[in-house]
């Protein structure tokens, strides 16, 4: 059973960081590319980073350069840290990957941006 269990959302002030982990059991992590996605109230959801099993990496335009994604293989997490965070990075953070074309995403991760 695939599961994804994100942590290290925050409240915090603009021009902050954070770093958000994703945890993943029930598949070989090592084998797929693993993304972060986020919503804000009344959007839809949409890609923020993804890294491939050889370390690509690609952004969203709007994080290039403050957002960066890793992987740790051994310990099957995926990373997303950020810094120079904005008011409009507030949103809930998702961590996905798509196992057997089928999506799975975990619980989601709070994370405001506010002074």
């Known amino acids: 059973q695939v599961q994804l269990v994100e942590s290290g959302g925050n409240l915090v002030q603009p021009g902050g960081s954070l770093r958000l982990s994703c945890v993943a059991s029930g598949f070989i992590f090592s084998m797929y590319t693993m993304a972060w996605y986020r919503q804000a109230p009344g959007k839809q959801r949409e890609l923020v980073a993804a890294?491939?099993?050889?370390?690509?990496?690609s952004y969203e335009d709007t994080v290039k350069g403050r957002f960066t994604i890793s992987r740790d293989n051994a310990k099957k997490t995926v990373y997303l840290q950020m810094d120079t965070l904005r008011p409009e990075d507030t949103a809930v953070y998702y961590c996905?990957?798509?196992?057997?074309?089928?999506?799975?995403w975990g619980q989601g991760t709070q994370v405001t941006v506010s002074s």
């Open positions: 996905n990957v798509r196992w057997r074309n089928q999506d799975y």
């Open positions: 890294i491939t099993i050889g370390e690509r990496t």
